[in-house]
């Protein structure tokens, strides 16, 4: 297959359709993904090619959706369970935690649980209230879990089969604001470790840390220093949960500085812990501290009011300047 240009939806797409036909044990399961095709079509066009047995449209039932994903892959099976919205997760979230993320430890190594749950998360989208929330991090800090999101169209179509691949449970957070940007995807690229961040843009006087919807924030804020002579390296972390430290450490003994990017609340962020880590392996080659830019410690306001609680261009900008004035 040649390299196209495609959204981030379509490439999500084309990732669970190439799963699909390379595995029979792969399965979709949610509300709505089947005849509807989910409510951003990712799904699109799967129930018609494979079957109602391989698509399949649940009960509007969190809980039960992750329960029965989880006996699925105890009987040899690899279910993809989409949360339909971010807020909708808290329902089946006793399920993730409690079971999903445990059963592997709990016995011993015995038991394999290869689940996905793909989540659209982030805001950007002016939708209602739970439908735009950033848990990231309640997952990440669970142990058994690995947490990842891609920032561009490649990245979803390799990443979301890597995590299929994975015989670890997955929760796997699609940045709904970018699913329609575009970007190049190669099907027969070789990918990276899906746990390893990526440099995507150098530079030389502070390394701008972000995932998921804010790595396009970040490389626009790149782009708007350059005007003003300053050099960004901007970093898509893409997994929060491993943390590919060593890349960003890398980063930072050369510039300097770090800022962390994202839509989450800042208060007990992913960037709490970058900042934390970075801080101790690298407190010598700091010009300044590393400083946060993200949500407010608040629930996430009305649609209107969205673009001032979201880390916009202006406000991780701010953040630079003050980092580089140490």
């Known amino acids: 297959m040649a390299a196209e240009t495609m959204a981030m939806a ?8 190439r799963a699909m036909e390379s595995d ?5 399961m949610g509300e709505d993904v089947g005849r ?28 039960g959706i992750i329960g029965t994903a989880i006996g699925l892959a105890l009987r040899g099976y690899r279910p ?80 979301l089969q890597q995590a299929i691949e ?23 690229g070789i990918p990276g470790p899906l746990h390893t961040a990526k440099v995507v843009r150098p530079g030389t006087d502070l390394t701008l840390v972000a995932y998921g919807p ?15 002579g300053v050099s960004l390296e901007v970093i898509d ?11 960003v450490q890398r980063s930072v003994e050369k510039t300097g500085r770090l800022v962390v990017a994202h839509e989450a609340p800042v208060f007990f962020g992913a960037g709490a812990e970058l900042a934390a880590r970075i801080t101790e392996r690298c407190f010598y080659h700091l010009e300044a501290p ?13 649609a209107r009011l969205e673009e001032e609680y979201l880390p916009g261009l202006d406000r991780v900008l701010d953040s630079v300047d003050r980092a580089l004035a140490y």
């Open 10 to 17: 379509k490439a999500l797409n084309s990732s669970l359709r």
């Open 24 to 28: 029979p044990k792969v399965l979709v």
């Open 36 to 63: 509807l095709g989910g409510v951003f079509r990712i799904t699109d066009g799967l129930q018609k090619d494979f079957g109602e047995e391989r698509v399949i449209d649940t009960p509007l039932a969190e809980s």
């Open 80 to 159: 993809i369970a989409e949360i339909q919205f971010d807020g909708f997760v808290f329902p089946g979230y006793d399920q993730i935690v409690t079971q999903l993320a445990k059963m592997h430890a709990r016995s011993l190594g015995k038991v394999k649980l290869p689940v996905v749950v793909r989540i659209p998360f982030g805001g950007g989208i002016g939708a209602v209230e739970h439908h735009s929330e950033s848990p990231e991090a309640l997952f990440a800090h669970v142990a058994g879990l690995k947490v990842v999101t891609p920032g561009n169209p490649s990245d979803a179509y390799w990443m």
């Open 166 to 188: 994975c015989d670890d449970p997955v929760i796997f957070f699609e940045p709904k604001a970018r699913y329609w940007d575009k970007g190049i995807v190669d099907p027969a």
């Open 214 to 228: 804010t790595v396009k924030t970040a490389l626009a804020a790149a782009v708007a220093a350059e005007e003003d």
């Open 237 to 247: 972390l893409r997994s929060v949960s491993p943390i590919d430290f060593d890349t």
């Open 290 to 302: 590393v400083l946060r830019v993200g949500g407010f410690h608040a629930p996430y306001p009305p």
